[in-house]
């Protein structure tokens, strides 16, 4: 069991909503007081507890990262982090801690990078795993990881079936499933866009464009590559 004992409101409160979003079971006491049988302590920097069990001193602006460090010794051992990503244009990303899956993501392609850079920003020894599905987008994702070990991976087989109540589960579920297998370390991904994939990009500028403009395939190759958005590229196309 885990005792929180901070005298900072908003940490408590964030400590508290932490490990009630996981079910753990915890108690929690002033801090000087005497402590319940408990397998760790989470306190805040300045609180004054026993230091005769493991106390977890936690950031008040990040009380999620002390959460899951506590969660680890309850573990016995923290394992290495590390963070599966299904590309495409809203990515699933799930980030697991040994076996265990600490936390999961679904979020918009421009913001897939950010969110895995936050979660291995701390860890000792992270890796990164991606799918190779979604080309294109998956390359943009290892692209904007310079610093992050990467492997890419199978991902054949990785997306689950979904059930009655599952809808939009997948790309997370597929995420989870990523990156608990092995890989071929990447530093990049450089690809050439199938005929395919120009045309489902020109088609697109063609819905966005206010006056049913289809931008040249040039132009398409850039939005490929990420120079441009398809909004840059519609701007381009009327200059020209």
Do not use: W
């Amino acid at each position: 069991m885990l005792v929180v004992a901070t005298e900072d409101f908003a940490l408590y409160h964030g400590l508290v909503g932490e490990l009630r979003d996981r079910g753990v079971a915890f108690t929690t006491v002033e801090p000087g007081d005497d402590l319940p049988d408990c397998d760790a302590v989470l306190a805040g920097p300045d609180d004054a507890v026993p230091e005769d069990v493991p106390v977890v001193r936690a950031d008040p602006d990040d009380p999620r990262a002390a959460v899951e460090e506590a969660l680890a010794l309850l573990r016995g051992g923290s394992g290495r982090t590390v963070v599966g990503v299904d590309p495409g244009d809203r990515p699933g990303v799930a980030v697991l801690v040994g076996d265990t899956v600490v936390a999961a993501f679904h979020v918009p392609l421009a913001d897939a990078a950010a969110t895995v850079r936050e979660e291995v920003a701390d860890a000792p020894d992270p890796l990164v795993r991606i799918g190779d599905g979604a080309r294109l987008q998956g390359a943009k994702v290892i692209d904007a990881l310079p610093d992050v070990p990467v492997e890419l991976v199978d991902e054949t087989g990785t997306t689950p079936y979904l059930g009655t109540g599952a809808r939009g589960m997948g790309d997370v579920l597929a995420a989870v499933n990523i990156a608990r297998l092995s890989g071929e370390r990447v530093d990049s991904r450089d690809i050439e866009p199938t005929p395919g994939e120009l045309q489902a990009i020109k088609n697109r500028s063609r819905e966005r464009s206010e006056d049913g403009r289809t931008i040249s395939e040039a132009l398409a190759r850039r939005v490929a590559a990420g120079e441009l958005t398809v909004e840059e590229a519609l701007a381009e196309h009327r200059e020209d």
